[in-house]
């Protein structure tokens, strides 16, 4: 047991545990201090307690905001809230990050590396400008659609509604979005789109891509994960499923709970099934953490908050993963992904000189 304390300890000390999804800016927006903040799931006092070494912020814009074109209005708050009232906040904690090798310097600097991902394709409003700004601004990956299907991809969440315009996954302004994306640098997220709009963003996709806060369909069947073929293939192409710990998309139990009842909580043994899932479809290379952390109301008993991550390490040991098996999907892997990409975008820039 003590053999088993250290190296929890060690790891927690010695990883760079980059949490790919969390939504404490939808908090933070309207207020919350992300120094204090017990009511939800994220803050300093238990970042640091759980070892966390990186996060990318959620950027989310909710679908309603499409409705009288207020979007990009919403997505420019959302990063003001990571600059304003996190990283420029709170300057001890938090290092603005930009690249892979940010990441690794913060961590150098004994801060968290703070990154955002723009949550929802719709927030650029059809635009390439917008997409560019919102790259200078410090944005690195696009979730591609949230729950609504936009007017160039379609979503998982409305893929059987027939009321939905749907387009067969990618128009060409989608794939071109995409090929913007890989030339700026941008990781291409596929997290929330149908299994058709992943299979074409993946062959469009020049660069590596990434499920920022998924899990895996063949353990839990929800249309939100992802199915054992997506998997496979992402990991074939270098990309990185991120493991999502929301309740329902972890545990079929959860899952199928009646929408009037209380949801039953998923488990910590839950977590590790799926990141095991992963690895045995896609390797030890295509397994990270995304948890969306704040924006889900329930998390499983064990991995409560941001804290309880050396819960999850000792889980894994216990499962039998090595210390180093434990370093990729807690970070490596998203920091070999995200240098790829960096790569990529450097060759097509110097293609197009």
Not at 103 to 119: C, S, T, Y
Not at 184 to 211: C, N, Q, R, W
Not at 265 to 293: E, K, M, P, S, Y
Not at 302 to 308: F, T
Request: hydrophobic share 35%.
């Amino acid at each position: 047991m003590k053999d088993l304390d250290s190296k929890v300890k060690a790891i927690t000390r010695s990883a760079i545990l980059i949490d790919t999804h969390n939504d404490i800016p939808s908090f933070t927006v309207d207020g919350a201090d992300i120094g204090n903040s017990p009511k939800n799931h994220t803050d300093i006092p238990r970042l640091r307690e759980g070892g966390v070494g990186a996060i990318f912020f959620s950027v989310y814009v909710a679908a309603t905001y499409v409705n009288g074109n207020h979007s990009a209005n919403r997505a420019l708050q959302m990063i003001d809230t990571v600059y304003h009232d996190i990283i420029d906040r709170y300057p001890d904690t938090f290092q603005l990050a930009l690249t892979a090798d940010d990441i690794e310097r913060a961590r150098r600097n004994g801060k968290i590396a703070a990154l955002m991902g723009l949550e929802g394709g719709h927030a650029i409003e059809d635009s390439p400008r917008l997409l560019r700004d919102y790259y200078r601004l410090g944005v690195r990956y696009m979730t591609l659609t949230h729950w609504n299907t936009n007017n160039w991809a379609d979503s998982s969440g409305d893929i059987n509604d027939p009321k939905v315009q749907h387009h067969n996954g990618l128009t060409p302004v989608g794939r071109d979005i995409v090929r913007d994306m890989n030339r700026l640098g941008m990781m291409v997220d596929i997290s929330h789109v149908a299994d058709k709009t992943f299979y074409e963003a993946i062959e469009t996709s020049k660069a590596p891509i990434i499920a920022s806060h998924s899990s895996c369909r063949a353990v839990t069947n929800a249309q939100r994960n992802m199915t054992d073929e997506m998997i496979r293939v992402l990991a074939q192409k270098g990309g990185v499923i991120q493991i999502n710990i929301n309740c329902g998309f972890i545990s079929q139990k959860s899952a199928d709970a009646p929408k009037d009842a209380p949801v039953p909580r998923a488990t910590l043994a839950d977590v590790v099934a799926h990141i095991d899932h992963a690895r045995q479809i896609g390797g030890i290379d295509a397994v990270g953490i995304g948890t969306d952390f704040d924006g889900i109301s329930c998390t499983p008993e064990g991995l409560d908050d941001v804290s309880k991550f050396p819960n999850l390490t000792r889980a894994l040991l216990e499962k039998g993963y090595s210390p180093a098996d434990i370093k990729k999907i807690y970070g490596g892997n998203t920091l070999r992904l995200m240098r790829r990409v960096e790569h990529v975008a450097e060759r097509l820039r110097e293609k197009r000189q």
